[in-house]
C-alpha cells in the first residue's frame, strides 16, 4: 500500500482544495467522503473511487471489496488536515461525481426541484429523503447550496451514491417536464391546496425553495399546481426539508 507522510504532497494538496474550493470540485467532478459509512456506500459504485485514503492506526473492514481500487495509507499529520469532523474515524475516499446522460434524463418520471435552497444540512437532509421516497432525481437550481459539500454529503448518508443529483435551470426542467405531461407542483402559503387533497399520479416534479423568500415567482407561474403542508399548531412555517420529506410521501403513496 502506498503511504503518504507529508503535508506538502501534491496528491494532499489537491484532496484539501477539492474540501474547501466549491470552484474545484465543480472542474474537476470530484470530492471527498470522510467516515466508515459514507466509505463502504461509495465502494457499491467502484467505478466512481478514485481512491481510499487510511489512517495507520485505523483498518479496512475484511468484508469490503477494494480490489482495484487504490490505496493509500497517511499519518495522523494528514488526517487532521482532511478530517472535518471533530472525531474523526480516519478513513476518506476522492471519489468522482456522478456523470447522467441525457437519455437517462428522460426516463426520470418523480422529481424533486430544488430552488435557492442555501443550507447544505438543508440540502443534504433533502437528498436523503427523495432517495427514501424513491424518487428518480434531484435538480438543484441556481443559488442552492453545493451537493458535495463536507456538511451535504455528511446530512445526506450516502445517498449520493443511489441517486442522481445534478444542476440544472429549474425553468428550463419545468418547462420539459410539461412537455412530457409531468405534473408540476410548486410549495406556497398562497393559493395553494392542502397536499392531502392533491390527485396523485404515478409521474410528477415537486419544486421546494428558499426557506425566507419561497419559490421565485416566474417558476410559481408555471407550476400546474401549488400545494402546502397545513400548520395546525402555533408555528410560522415548516423547516424546508421536514416540509419536503411530507410532501414527497404525500404525492408518493397512494
Known sequence: MKRIESPQNSLVKHWKKLLSVRKERDKTG?????????????????????TIMISDTSEIPVNWDVENIEMVEINDVIKKELAETEHTQGIFAHCKQQTVVDQEQTNWSRLLLIDAVQDPGNIGTMIRTADAAGIDAVILGKGSADAYNSKTLRSAQGSHFHIPVVKGDLHDWVDQLKNRQVPVFGTAFENSTPFNAVK????????????????????????????IVPLLGQAESLNVAVATGILLYGLTLK
Open 30 to 50: 470530484e470530492f471527498i467522503i470522510e467516515g466508515f459509512h459514507l466509505v463502504e456506500e461509495a465502494i457499491k459504485q467502484k467505478e466512481n473511487v478514485l
Open 200 to 227: 396523485k399520479g404515478d409521474t410528477f416534479a415537486l419544486i421546494v425553495g428558499n426557506e425566507g423568500s419561497g419559490i421565485h415567482a416566474e417558476l410559481l407561474q408555471k407550476t400546474d399546481q401549488n400545494i
